[in-house]
């Protein structure tokens, strides 16, 4: 399974569009294996979606992700697991053990950038 983290440095962004890059966690039985770093190609609506997607990856973890983004990655079988925050790979540890979920955190317009996480 890949998991992928739209992260600022480290830490997760509060915005899946506006993050400077996805931190991939390739996950074999439960464990974390080994991690890649892609920087963000451009927020373009639609575009990030299908980039991760054809990347192959099985789940996003953002702060927040417009309503748009949310629906490719549905339509993509992509699970969406929006309201994180802090460290990237603890953020998807957490998730392979089941303490991750997502709290909905959807944003309505790209006028708070920064502030989509605090729904």
């Known amino acids: 399974m890949k998991i ?15 993050c400077e890059s996805f931190h991939i966690f390739n996950e074999q039985d ?3 294996v080994s991690t890649e770093t892609v920087p963000n190609p451009g927020h373009r609506p ?12 099985n ?3 953002a702060g927040g992700m417009g309503g748009g983004a949310v629906e490719i990655f549905n339509e993509r079988n992509i699970e969406v ?3 994180a925050e802090g460290d990237a790979r603890i ?6 053990a089941g303490e991750l979920k997502s709290t909905g955190s959807v944003c309505h ?6 502030d989509c996480g605090n729904h």
Not at 46 to 56: E, I, S, V, W
Not at 109 to 114: A, Q, R, V
Request: with cysteine; net charge negative; proline share 2%.
């Open 4 to 18: 992928a983290v739209a992260s600022i440095g480290n830490t997760v962004c509060a915005h899946f569009g506006h």
């Open 91 to 96: 953020a998807a540890e957490s998730y392979l």
């Open 46 to 57: 639609g575009f990030l979606p299908n980039f991760l997607g054809d990347m192959n990856v």
């Open 59 to 61: 789940v996003i973890i």
């Open 30 to 32: 439960g464990c974390i």
């Open 109 to 114: 317009s790209h006028d708070h950038s920064g």
């Open 81 to 83: 697991i929006v309201g």
